[in-house]
């Protein structure tokens, strides 16, 4: 006895074609999708916030929305209105790009180049620097 | 002591709040006597609550008998009721009575104020629209917020009322499905400004465990014998 069966072949290297086939024949789930793609964004940046100094540091800004990290939270400016949560966050940054996959990664690429540069801008407390600065003649000691 | 029924529902619901006015000193439910009110304001952080001190004044020479008394706003509504075990006697110079309306003021488990939002507190706008009159906001919005202090997800309070004996109920079934999964989860109830940049604080509830979907109410107790 023998069983066969056809493997489907699924071709996912065009990863903006099977989005496009999600967004024609289910609209709906297509727009849940890209927001929860920008939640899960905000919500891994937001399990460091508590590594951030105090202060302001924007991830993104044009003319309608600002999102930035304000005193270890998250927050966005959209038209002049505060929004909080990252629910809502998310929600704004899918409309205003209207859920469109290439504007988001665009987007994701302008807040990886902003959080490079806060983080360049963070000053390690000294106990820190020295731990550094110990591990570091530890290791060419041994070398 | 609770503020009136009649003053909750026909003031505080309808969020303009006029000025306490008079004080009608009173025998079994019957007006004996009129008097003045002074009010001042201040924190109590033993209780943590916004207290309204009132200090009661008949400066007239009658004399009557009296066991209760109720201040009335300048819309002649109802306001509060001081109930006394026995009977007092006013001779006929000057009577002062001190009673205080307590509002209480939670602290909630995340400072808005870091995000630059102005802080408004509860009791201390009540407290302040007594003295002064003006114009109170209900809770609008509530904020899911995690452990790490992050605001998962902030959604409308457009709640159902239901009214007790005691007290004026507002609740309603929330859903929030980022809140699932997590460790434990803030539910804080508030009245927001977006545009004006202000938040006051009314009430919080902890979920722990998260939730996608919960059941939030909160309550404005009243005396229902005023």
């Known amino acids: 006895m023998s069983y066969y069966y056809e493997e489907e072949e699924v071709d996912i290297t065009d990863i903006f074609q099977l989005l496009k086939t999600v967004e024609q024949t289910n609209p709906a789930q297509y727009r849940q999708l890209y927001i929860n793609t920008v939640y899960q964004f905000l919500y891994d940046i937001s399990v460091y916030l508590q590594y951030f100094p105090s202060g302001t540091f924007t ?3 044009s003319d309608s929305l600002t999102v930035q990290i304000v005193n270890n939270g998250i927050q966005a400016i959209y038209n002049g209105q505060t929004v909080l949560g990252l ?6 940054i899918s409309s205003l790009l209207a859920y469109d996959f290439g504007l988001l990664n665009s987007f994701l690429s302008a807040v990886y180049y902003n959080l490079n540069q806060i983080v360049k801008q963070i000053v390690p407390p000294d106990n ?3 731990y550094l600065q110990d591990l570091y003649n530890r290791l060419i000691n041994i070398g | 002591m609770s503020l009136c029924r009649t003053w909750v529902e026909e003031e505080l619901i309808p969020g303009h709040i006029y000025p306490i006015a ?3 000193f009173m025998y079994n439910g019957t007006v004996v006597g009129t008097g003045t009110v002074e009010m001042k304001l201040e924190y109590d952080s033993f209780s943590a609550s916004y207290v309204l001190n009132l200090t009661i004044s008949d400066a007239t020479t009658n004399t009557y008998v009296y066991n209760s008394i109720m201040i009335l706003d300048g819309n002649n509504v109802n306001v509060a009721l001081f109930t006394y075990a026995k009977s007092y006697n006013k001779g006929t110079g000057l009577l002062v009575v001190h009673e205080s309306i307590y509002i209480p003021q939670l602290t909630p488990p995340i400072n808005f104020s ?4 102005t802080i408004l507190n509860w009791g201390e ?6 003295i002064y009159g003006g114009t109170i906001n209900l809770p609008n919005t509530l904020f899911m917020i995690n452990e790490l ?10 709640p159902s009322v239901n009214i007790t004996a005691s007290a004026f109920n507002e609740y309603q079934t929330i859903t929030c499905n980022v809140c699932s999964g997590q460790v434990s989860v803030f539910v804080i109830l508030a009245y927001y400004n977006a545009t004006a940049k202000q938040i006051m604080v009314v009430g919080f509830q902890t979920i722990v465990g998260g939730f996608s979907s919960a059941n939030v109410q909160w309550s404005i107790p009243f005396n229902p014998n005023c």
């Open chain 2, 125 to 130: 706008v009540i407290g302040n629209a007594l």
């Open chain 2, 22 to 24: 008079i004080a009608h």
């Open chain 1, 59 to 61: 991830l993104f800004e």
């Open chain 1, 87 to 92: 629910l809502q966050i998310a929600q704004t």
């Open chain 1, 128 to 130: 820190v620097k020295q």
């Open chain 2, 114 to 117: 870091v995000f630059g939002l």
């Open chain 2, 149 to 158: 202090a992050t605001i998962l997800d902030q959604i409308p309070f457009t």
